[in-house]
Nanobody
Framework: DVQLVESGGGLVQAGGSLRLSCSTSGFTVDDYAIGWFRQAPGKERVGVSCVKSRDMSTYYADSVKGRFTISRDNAKDMVYLEMDSLKPEDTAVYYC????????????????????????WGQGTQVTVSS
């Protein structure tokens, strides 16, 4: 079974940093994508940053470009989201999500922004940025 477990959320002041971690297990295929999504109160869930396993191509939402960095440690089966220069509008529940790709050439943007909907999700971790 595929399992994703997030950690690293918390309360931070605006301008501060946090690093989210996602522990992954159960992936036995080469072509998959994994990433971070977030849902703020009263808003839809959106893709923040994602990466493809085959070519390591990445996607970043415009709102986080230059501030967030996604990375993977294959030896530890971990995915990270380094979040710098945090803003109050970054406050949300952050989810790690992953799935195999129906087509190895599928762009990571489709995985992160849609319409592709990942099948595997973690339980989420709360990030709160105070002003």
């Amino acid at each position: 079974d595929v399992q994703l477990v997030e950690s690293g959320g918390g309360l931070v002041q605006a301008g501060g940093s946090l690093r989210l971690s996602c522990s992954t297990s159960g992936f036995t295929v080469d072509d998959y994508a994994i990433g971070w999504f977030r849902q703020a109160p009263g808003k839809e869930r959106v893709g923040v940053s994602c990466v493809k396993s085959r070519d390591m191509s990445t996607y970043y939402a415009d709102s986080v470009k230059g501030r967030f960095t996604i990375s993977r440690d294959n030896a530890k089966d971990m995915v990270y989201l380094e979040m710098d220069s945090l803003k109050p509008e970054d406050t949300a529940v952050y989810y790690c999500a992953a799935d195999t790709l129906p087509n190895p050439t599928m762009d990571v943007t489709i995985f992160c922004r849609g319409p592709f909907e990942p099948d595997y999700w973690g339980q989420g971790t709360q990030v709160t940025v105070s002003s």
